[in-house]
């Protein structure tokens, strides 16, 4: 009894030999198993160059990816900068020029007391803008020992004191403090340019 054999085409450079002759059992199992191996070693060259090619990718979004956040980064820093010395000068404009003015009784009464603690014998005058005497003049009394002049001086605003002892003065200038301040925050600001990551 004569079997048919079934001729497949061949995509190799080999040929599949043209005569009738019967292939052995032995024969089809090492055109199996090659065909096995080459088949499997081509799935793996093709997975390999997938993720060789997906890896890319990845890396070049990831790279992208870097590259906005840097300029995100750079852009909320500028930002943020920005509020918090908006929100300063806020700050100084609003809020510490009533603490100036009520501060300088308290720093004033301490000056004086400095002052008496050196016991100095000369006479003591504090210039002070006219709207703030009375407050002073409550405060420097509080001070033992002391015999203290208060004088006005219209050109003071109520954050300004002045103390003469004789010929020495002591200037006390919140007023000077704050628009340093102000100065200092309107003052631009250079930024050497900083390497993150």
């Known amino acids: 009894m004569m079997t048919a ?20 059992p032995h024969e089809v199992e090492t055109l199996r198993s090659r ?7 081509a799935g793996w060259t093709d997975a390999l160059e997938q993720m060789r090619n997906e890896d890319a990718l990845r890396r070049s979004a990831a790279e992208e990816a870097l590259q906005a956040v840097a300029f995100s980064y750079r852009e909320a820093t500028a ?17 510490l020029p009533g603490l100036a003015r009520d501060a300088l009784p308290e720093h004033l009464e301490r000056e004086l007391r400095a002052v008496a603690a050196k016991q ?8 002070c803008a006219p709207s703030v005497r009375d407050a002073l003049a ?25 103390l003469r002892i004789d010929q020495t003065t002591r200037m006390i200038d919140l007023d ?22």
């Open 79 to 95: 930002a943020l900068e920005g509020s918090f010395i908006e929100l300063a000068g806020q700050m100084i404009a609003a809020i």
């Open 176 to 197: 000077g403090v704050l628009a340093a301040l102000t100065e200092g925050l309107s003052a631009p600001t250079y930024h050497k340019e900083a390497s993150h990551g």
């Open 138 to 162: 409550e405060r420097c009394a509080q001070v033992a020992g002391l015999e203290v002049t208060l004088l006005d001086e219209p050109s003071f605003s109520e954050a300004q004191v002045m």
């Open 120 to 127: 100095l014998a000369g006479r003591l005058e504090v210039l």
């Open 5 to 24: 054999m079934l001729r497949l085409e061949s995509f190799d450079g080999e040929r599949a030999p043209l005569d009738d002759t019967p292939v052995t």
């Open 35 to 41: 065909a096995f191996e080459e088949g499997y070693g």
